[in-house]
């Protein structure tokens, strides 16, 4: 293609996972579609995507610095672009939290949705009125299957996901009659850095403010349930910027997208019984009763049982 018609991406939180992952499969695509600006909040951590981006690298990527707290970096991040174009916004950036509510100060609640979303509505509200301009454009947002079935320890991180996918989910009617185009895309458990850090903290987070029950619930038997789930449904960054990929490159692409197909059976409860028992009752068993019920559902789908996976 023509160098003016090399589509202009826009992906947020680059320094690594899955953002670096997407940032570089769109820069190394075989037909030069795209443009790719990566950005993260931090440039002094691009040393591992400059290495995985390649020959890539001030070609069809460059790296700017976007910080999704501040509207002030986001419109100097886009004003940098030219024509302010962003055909395709790539809202990756995101931070997580696990553990028991009372251990959780008010304050960093606040700044996980300061970042997984507002830092997406932030961002929208720069880009969204120049696309409805052109009446072209798509938002691909990195959600989670937490933004459609909660789980236990994860009740922030999961709000935060689930006000994301309410935002989108009302916007995307909106967007549609612009001729925009939105897609949530959704990840079961996937082994990052991100994940991995996350863990290493919960390991050694302080829990005094809980009572002992619940510390022990925490550290007994989530966590290490967390790590088999990790370890048998774990998927890579780089198979989620895969299907990312296809989801950009196709021409008509779903409003949600779940990459883990052995994930499906979990949030498909949900559906199933719109009381909520159904999946209450099944994650309760799983989580509290896990040896036997993981052990039975995991089985089944890893022999690749067609009916539970």
């Known amino acids: 293609s023509s160098r003016g018609a090399q589509q202009k991406m826009l992906v947020t939180g680059c320094s690594s ?11 190394k695509d075989e037909l030069g579609r ?40 986001i419109k100097e991040c886009v004003n940098s672009l030219p024509d302010r174009r962003v055909d395709v916004l790539v809202n990756n950036a995101g931070v997580g939290m696990i553990g028991p509510l009372e251990c959780q100060s008010t304050a960093a609640v606040k700044e996980i949705f300061d970042t997984n979303f507002f830092g997406l509505v932030r961002l929208v509200k720069e880009v969204l009125p120049d696309m409805k301009r052109r009446q072209s454009g798509h938002i691909v947002v990195m959600s989670s299957v937490m933004g459609i079935q909660g789980l236990l320890f994860n009740d922030v991180y ?56 619940t510390a022990k619930i925490f550290r007994e038997m989530y966590l290490p349930y967390s790590k088999k789930i990790f370890t048998s449904l774990g998927q890579s960054p780089e198979e989620v910027s ?68």
């Open 17 to 27: 996972g899955i953002g670096l992952s997407v940032a570089a499969r769109l820069a």
């Open 34 to 73: 795209f443009k790719v600006v990566a950005t993260m909040r931090d440039l002094e951590k691009r040393g591992a995507l400059e290495k995985a981006a390649g020959d890539a690298l001030n070609q069809t990527l460059e790296i700017k610095e976007l910080d999704v707290c501040s509207e002030a970096s």
């Open 158 to 213: 999961s709000a935060s996901k689930f006000a994301v996918e309410g935002f989108c989910e009302s916007l995307a009617v909106q967007a549609m009659k612009f001729n925009i185009k939105t897609t949530l895309v959704e990840p079961g458990p996937v082994v990052t850095e991100f994940e991995r850090k996350l863990y290493e903290l919960a390991e050694t987070m302080d829990l005094s403010k809980t009572d002992e029950e």
């Open 242 to 309: 895969e299907q990312t990929f296809k989801l950009i490159t196709t021409k008509d692409p779903p409003l949600r997208h779940q990459t883990n197909r052995l994930y499906t059976p979990m949030t498909a409860l949900k559906h199933a019984d719109p009381t909520g028992r159904l999946p209450l009752d099944t994650f309760y068993k799983m989580v509290f009763k896990h040896d036997r019920v993981f052990n039975a559902t995991l089985t089944s789908c890893l022999k690749g049982n067609e009916t539970l996976c």
